[in-house]
């Protein structure tokens, strides 16, 4: 085996790892010198021995000349084009900082024309303006004692007027998100108006489990001062009664709605909960 006076005569700074390690096992009393070759072989300045076969394969050409071996893998053998160490050339450092003060100053270029593109936008959109209440506490537009554009002239919100065949109306004459045939979006799986229904824990519902407007308990807003359901309180006049202080829907002399052809409450004639059994005993039959 070749003394390490040997190999550096002979190879001079190109010794290979595989030499240095085993001349570590034969010369202890060199390790220092030793380890200087190893940390110039660290740091790219080493190019591969030239008998070895995988530098030659890998860099064809190999050795010291065409920058071969270990040099032509690590690209040079760490070397910029100013023939320095790579992280170490304070040009190659400088040309980097300059990049990326470059694209930093095009990005913040960049924020600053969308932020000024957003600002021309909303100038020029027209202002949007919250819909002023009237004197009553109410939206101008929909307001009766005041006449609004919504309120139609049979006095009901215009677009639910059946009357004058509102939007909201649908072909079953019902109200379109509350119609159970048309399936409206107010009508909840149980078949029921969604915020009425106990089963579906509804918004109207209070936690004496009723209506909340309706309940005593809780001092709904639909209860008059007598404590009673305000529009259908005769003392308040509600709404729901007649001027012959009835019930408006079951007044005969009205001719209020809830009444059938034989002038009785339509829930309650059995002439015409007879005539119903017949007709769905009929359909039934029918193929």
Do not use: F, W
């Not at 049979?154 to 639910?160: C, D, G, L, V």
């Not at 579906?200 to 909340?212: E, K, T």
Request: aromatic share 0%.
């Amino acid at each position: 085996m070749a003394s390490l006076e040997d190999v550096l005569a002979q190879h001079g700074m190109h010794a290979t790892r595989a030499a240095v390690a085993e001349l570590v096992l034969q010369d202890s009393d060199k390790q220092t010198l030793v380890r200087a070759i190893l940390a110039d072989i660290s740091s790219g300045l080493a190019v591969a021995h030239p008998g070895d076969s995988r530098a030659s394969e890998a860099a064809p050409g190999g050795g010291e000349g065409g920058g071969g071996g270990a040099a032509g893998r690590s690209g040079g053998g760490g070397r910029c084009a100013h023939g320095k160490q790579r992280g170490k050339c304070r040009a190659c450092r400088g040309a980097q900082a300059g990049e990326s003060s470059t694209q930093e100053r095009q990005r913040q270029a960049g924020e600053q024309a969308a932020v000024a593109e957003q600002e021309m936008r909303r100038r020029a959109s027209p202002p949007t303006r919250a819909e002023k209440k009237c004197e009553h506490n109410r939206r101008k537009r929909q307001c009766k004692d005041c006449g609004g554009a919504g309120i139609c002239q049979h006095n009901r919100k215009r677009s639910e007027c059946k009357d004058c065949g509102g939007a909201s109306i649908c072909p079953h004459n019902r109200k379109r998100s509350e119609c159970k045939d048309c399936g409206g979006a107010s009508i909840c799986p149980h078949n029921r108006k969604r915020s009425v229904c106990k089963d579906c824990g509804g918004a109207s519902i209070c936690q004496h489990n009723r209506q909340r407007s309706q309940c005593k308990d809780c001092g709904g807003a639909s209860l008059c001062p007598h404590n009673r359901i305000r529009s259908k309180c005769k003392d308040c006049g509600g709404a729901s009664i007649c001027q012959h202080t009835r019930k408006r829907s079951s007044c005969t002399d009205c001719g209020g709605a809830s009444l059938c052809a034989h002038y009785r409450v339509r829930s309650n004639c059995k002439e015409c909960k007879r005539r119903r059994a017949e007709l769905a005993v009929v359909s039934a039959q029918q193929p």
